[in-house]
């Protein structure tokens, strides 16, 4: 099932497994009735949902985690062995290790997906939903699943997959269905439609993302020199090297939790416990500070916009002047904030970057997505930095909100910003990277002419010193 | 010192101090029920102080004692449906609900407790538990009087303690109401109704808090008066703390600072002279403080604590 | 059920919404009255008359509404951070306890200057006070709402040790309390008769201070940031540790006074019964006036209208006193509804 943002993949899925209930419409299952808006009545009718956001309690056992709900409320006792003897079966069948006592707290994200499966897979369920499920893994995790996934539908199993990826939905995926704007556009053979089709239906007009122009980059902006953080940890960072130029878009690949949070507080001014040094136009870095931070020409857009990035109970105008509150342009004698200046200047904001809203003074949490995302990006761009992060800046927003966002970026590579770029879509840094770099446990690798590797070295990168144990960041050396 | 070792080692002593520990059992069992859920119930103070009025009048009206305790223990239960109510099916803040139901519960129930007794100077009295003595087992020295002479409610709480260990990790009920305060969302992906899990919690809970205060004044004493309760119910949202949300631990926690309190009252005999009555019944205040500052590193607290759950949200 | 976020909440809808409680309490209270064998109308109208009916009535009113306008007031500053501040009874004796160590004859000044002294000790009490939970939970996690809680027991042992013991009055004919506040220290009464006093005047101009401070500063913008999303507060550079701090130093501050004013404006002298749990109402107080500095004032009014009123009613017709502290508990929960049913929608699913 194939989609963007917001059409509406997650609320069918939803409705499929009992948690909404529709208006209208029936659902058959082997020729039968589905009772709706009943999670027990899709279960029992062979119905298996894997989240995008995992639903495990980290301080459980996976045993527990899999069997809460299998038993009757009301029985006095857990049936522990033959609990176990049918998880060891699935294990042994599907192939998906995964040690039942350890508890889920100190999984891996591939394991924990494991225990995922596992959960909907003891429950027999023969109808799968796996909801955005590559959004975590490297590609070579993401290989595993498909190969995974084929060897379910080979013992019979029906499978649906839902994602705004189209390389992945090609690669799994034996028929495709296209929702948009709450519509099924389009059901195909996987093997007779094309990525232009598939993005065409998905988006219903011609889809361009904005496309890299050939700019030279200039004087350094940011200079990363030998920066660790002390205590031991995949996200932990190790000697990490990295040099920024006006005019250029610099891209971090890696999967979440490997030190990009690390890096991207520490270069925000949320944390200033590290050695090494950061130099900004050739001056240190007011290290945990952030306003200071701002104020010395950066602009930042947070990894997500909902915790970190907006209060949400307050007004747009508020949070226009949130990073720069107590400069002289916006507060009189230090303390009293000047209203008619912050307001008149969220004004201008607001119309400049298109946020859709009733004016400075509504509350922000009405805002959608989009909107807010272009909020934050007023904020960050209005006094046209010298240095951009962007941290997940389109995560889970829509087609037309992206293109939005990446064209800001594109103008401020322009206008001569040096911009940083960290993603877990590789196809986004592939397509607006002038330099990618690859992060694992907290190393980074040389940041190489985007396109000189290709996308399996990349995965293979991501991985890192994984569970294979291979030392394939050996050769890591300082980049610039 | 001497005195302090003579102290430990009468009989008196350790019966006082399982007297004591009964309703802190009550109480701290039943928090942790709730907290385990993912709901914070400050409404203990109040719902101990319902128990207590409550159980005590049905007998005073004439009422037999158990009967007496079941009705305290319905009392608790509705006033735990009120808090779930506001804080697990409106999502309403878990403090200030707390706060409000502890005052509105104290006042109600000094309320009736007035209405129906509108002349009493003195508190009258009601006869109440007595002492069963285990045959054999109470001729020990020293453990029989301490432990095998108590009223069948201190009993009571001390078997709790094992049934409540076993029911929350050992049968599937326990486990959806340990993964309601993990993580609700995987509750509800399994069909099972986390609203109705937390909502049963907090009643069972705040059933056990009422008994909790029904035992102060059937069996510790056979009278109530206003502040009857004195920060007991606090002191049991710290001692759940200390026992980092485990009833073996929650036992051992009540334990100590019955022993506190029990200390105090003898320790003010003997140096009562030199050393102020106040500061030993600071004591437990402080002593709670220190718990929870003692913990607060090390606890895992259940993932989903204060968090409201909105049936249908997706992150 | 389902409960969904309405798209603008009106003005007029959020200011009503206490109101709505209100009137939610009043019927659950005429529950219990008739219970009592009263009429309703009867005795909501002796409550009336006893609160407001009479020069003396509303005299006593506005006297006792002065400590619950500070305690309003503290609570409201910290809920306004998600501090959770339950100890303002123990701040306010803090603040009695400053008042009357300082103010009983260790220091004279002329009044001019011992009043404004004597506030700024008290303020200062209950912010230490304070100081001890908000570093705890600052700096090592640990839960607010306990702390606060234990330290009032605690403070009300070591007022009774005090005034039992070392600071014990010996011109009081064996009763347990301190000296009495010297002459310059004791807060003037406003009118002839009654007993409102200068305290009243200072709750006010609290009132309005803490209320520009909220809306007009950079510090009342940090404290609201922090209690609504402290990460993003974080993020957008506020130190969320300082502003905390800083919020509880108001909080307890404002509670210390309304001590003081116990102390030296209204008793003259400090005794185990000065707060019959204002700090406690003024959690209460807090909720109604939706933690707006000034709506602090007509909420503070109001409930100190039900304690003076019920106080009478009581006098007249058979009802426990009590009814008025069941009203405030009531109102507490009532008033969390009515504001969440101006901002959020309820469906009922078929």
Partial sequence: MLGENGAGKT??????????????????????????????????AGIGMVHQHFTLADNLSVLENITLGTESMWSWHHDQASSRQKLAGLIRDYGLVVDPDVLVADLSVGERQRVEILKALYRDARILILDEPTAVLTPQES?????????????????IFISHKLHEILAVSNRIA????????????????????????????????????????????????????????????????????????????????????????????????????????????????????????????????????????MDIWENLISE?????????????????????????????????????????????????????????????????????????????????????????RKRGAAILLISEDLDELMALTDRLAVMSHGRLSSALPTGERSIAEIGLMMAGHDDRGEANMGSLTNGH | MSDFIDILLTAGFWAATIRIVSPLIFGTLGELICERAGVLNLGIEGIMTVGAMSGWMWVYQGGDLWGGVLFAASMGAVFG??????????????????????????????FVYRMLLPDATTPPKIVPFKPIAVPWLSDLPIIGEALFSQSALTYLALALVPMVWYVLFRTPVGLAVRMSGENPVAVEAQGINVLAVRTGAVMVGSAFMAVGGAFITMSWFDAFYFGMINGRGWICVALVIFASWRPGRALLGALLFAGLEAIQVRAQQSAGAFIPYQFFLMLPYVMSIFAMIVMARKTRYPQALLVPFRRGERV | MVIEPRESVSVWRAGLAPVWAILASLIICAALISWAGASIPKAYFLLFKGAFGSAFALNETLTRSIPLIFTGLAVSVAFRAKFYNIGAEGQLYAGALAATFFGTGLITLPPVLMVPFLVVMGALAGGALLLIPVLLKTHMKVDEVVTTLLLNFVVLLVVSYLIEGPWKDPASLGWPQAASIIDEG???????????????????????????????????????????????????????NRTVIMTAMVSGGLAGIAGVSETAGLKGYLTLDLSPGFGYTGIAVAMLAQLNPLAVVPAAIFLSAVYVGA?????????????????????????????MLSQYRIRWRA
Wanted: net charge positive; with cysteine.
């Fill in chain 1, 11 to 44: 609320t069918l899925m939803n409705i499929l497994f009992g948690h909404y209930q529709a208006d209208e419409g029936d659902i058959l299952v082997d020729g039968e009735m589905l009772p709706p808006g009943s999670t027990q009545a899709a279960i029992s």
């Fill in chain 1, 143 to 159: 290989e595993r699943l498909f190969a995974t996934l084929k060897s379910m539908t080979a013992k019979g199993l029906a499978i």
């Fill in chain 1, 178 to 313: 296209v929702l948009r704007r709450g519509a099924i556009v389009g059901t195909l053979e996987t093997a007779a439609s094309t990525r232009e089709q598939l993005a065409e239906l998905m988006v219903g007009r011609i889809v361009t993302r904005p496309r890299l122009s050939a700019v030279k980059p200039g004087e350094r902006v940011l200079e990363i020199s030998d920066v660790s953080t002390g205590a031991t940890g995949a996200a932990e960072l190790k000697n990490i090297d990295l040099v920024l130029h006006q005019h250029e878009i610099v891209g971090i690949a890696g999967v979440a939790g490997n030190g990009q949070g690390t890096l991207a507080d520490i270069l925000s001014g949320l944390r200033k416990d590290f050695s090494g040094s950061v130099l900004l136009n050739g001056k240190m870095l007011d290290a945990g500070n952030p306003r200071a931070i701002v104020a010395s020409g950066v602009g930042r857009i947070p990894e997500d916009r909902h915790a970190r990035g907006v209060v949400a109970d």
């Fill in chain 1, 324 to 412: 720069d509150i107590r400069s002289d342009a916006m507060c009189r004698a230090g303390f009293i904030i000047d209203g008619n200046r912050a307001r008149a200047r969220a004004e201008t904001q607001i119309k400049q970057f298109d946020v859709r809203c009733k004016g400075p003074n509504a509350q922000t949490r009405l805002l959608s997505g989009g909107n807010m995302q272009k909020l934050i990006l007023a904020r960050a761009l209005s006094n046209s930095p010298s240095f951009i992060l962007a941290n997940q800046p389109v995560r889970g927003l829509d087609e037309g909100a992206i293109a939005y966002v990446q064209e800001q970026l594109l103008e401020a």
């Fill in chain 2, 81 to 110: 449906l009120l808090h779930a109510v506001f804080t697990v099916h409106l999502g309403l803040s878990q403090h200030v609900t707390g706060i409000g139901i502890t005052l509105f519960a104290s006042s109600l129930s000094y």
């Fill in chain 3, 186 to 240: 004791v807060l003037p009464t406003l009118l002839a008769k009654g007993r409102l006093h200068f305290g009243l005047i200072i709750a006010l101009f609290m009132a309005v201070i803490i209320w520009l401070m909220m809306r007009f500063t950079v510090q009342g913008y940090e404290i609201r940031a922090v209690g609504h999303n402290a990460r993003a507060a974080a993020f957008s550079g506020i130190n969320v």
């Fill in chain 3, 311 to 339: 106080d009478a009613m009581s006098r007249a017709v058979n009802i426990p006193t009590y009814i008025a502290d069941v009203l405030v508990g009531v109102s507490i929960l009532a008033v969390l509804c009515s504001v």
